[in-house]
């Protein structure tokens, strides 16, 4: 009378069911992750007014017709970088 103790092939099916789910969510997870995408915030437009033109020097005119386009500063989302002045065929 009183406690009567459960069986060990009672308890295995309820293990093996337990650990079957605890391995598909971790799947799942991973999975999960897998397929998420960092996305970084970039600026569309600068606080701040670009740095006075650099000085440079411009080489000598090649033997085709070309134009120069003097450099200029560009806005690449984090900062402004120099664009270095260049000849180009006209």
């Not at 309820?14 to 960092?38: D, I, K, P, Q, W």
């Not at 000598?60 to 200029?72: M, S």
Request: glycine residues 6%; contains cysteine.
């Amino acid at each position: 009378m009183g406690f009567k103790p459960i069986k060990r092939s009672m308890q295995l099916p309820h293990f093996c069911e337990l650990t079957r789910s605890a391995t598909l969510g971790t799947v799942a997870m991973l999975a999960f992750n897998a397929c998420t995408e960092t996305v970084v915030y970039r600026s569309p437009r600068p606080y701040r007014p670009p740095p006075p033109p650099l000085t440079e020097y411009r080489p000598p005119y090649p033997a085709y017709p070309v134009v120069w386009v003097p450099g200029h500063w560009r806005w690449n989302g984090y900062r402004y970088i120099w664009v270095r002045g260049h000849y180009r065929p006209a």
